[in-house]
C-alpha cells in the first residue's frame, strides 16, 4: 500500500503496545526484579544480558548492546523494514495501518 503512515498513528501504536507481551511472543522472557530478562536474540550468549523494561518500554543487551523499542525489536529480530515492522504492529493489534494520500502523482498521462 502506497502513502506515508500518519506520525499520529506510529505514536499511538508504539504507546498502545506493550513491549514485554510483544517479545515474550517470540523470546521466552523471565522476570527478574522489575524488569524482564533473556539470553539475547541477537548474539550466541549463556547466560541473560538482554533486558527488557516494562516501565520504561525498552529492551537492552548488556552483551551486544542492541537496543530499542517494540519498532526496532520487529525490525531487527523480524528483519523487516520500518513500514514492515508498523504494520507487523498493526495486525499484531488488529487493526489497520492508514496512510496519507500523496499529492502531486497523476496516473493521467
Not at 511472543?25 to 530478562?37: I, P, T
Not at 525490525?75 to 523494514?81: A, G, S, T, V
Request: aromatic share 10%; proline share 5%; net charge negative.
Amino acid at each position: 500500500m502506497s502513502g506515508r503512515i500518519p506520525r499520529e498513528f506510529i505514536d499511538d501504536i508504539i504507546a498502545r503496545s506493550d513491549i514485554v507481551e510483544l517479545i515474550d511472543s517470540r523470546v521466552r522472557l523471565k522476570k527478574a526484579g522489575r524488569n524482564h530478562q533473556a539470553c539475547c536474540p541477537f548474539h550466541e550468549e549463556k547466560s541473560p544480558s538482554f533486558t527488557v523494561s516494562q516501565d520504561k518500554q525498552f529492551y537492552h543487551c548488556f552483551g551486544c548492546g542492541a537496543h530499542g523499542n517494540v519498532i526496532s525489536f520487529l525490525m531487527e529480530f523480524d528483519r523487516l523494514e520500518f513500514p514492515e515492522a508498523i504494520e507487523e504492529l498493526a495486525r499484531y493489534h488488529s487493526i489497520e495501518v492508514p496512510r496519507e494520500k500523496r499529492w502531486g502523482s497523476s496516473s493521467i498521462g
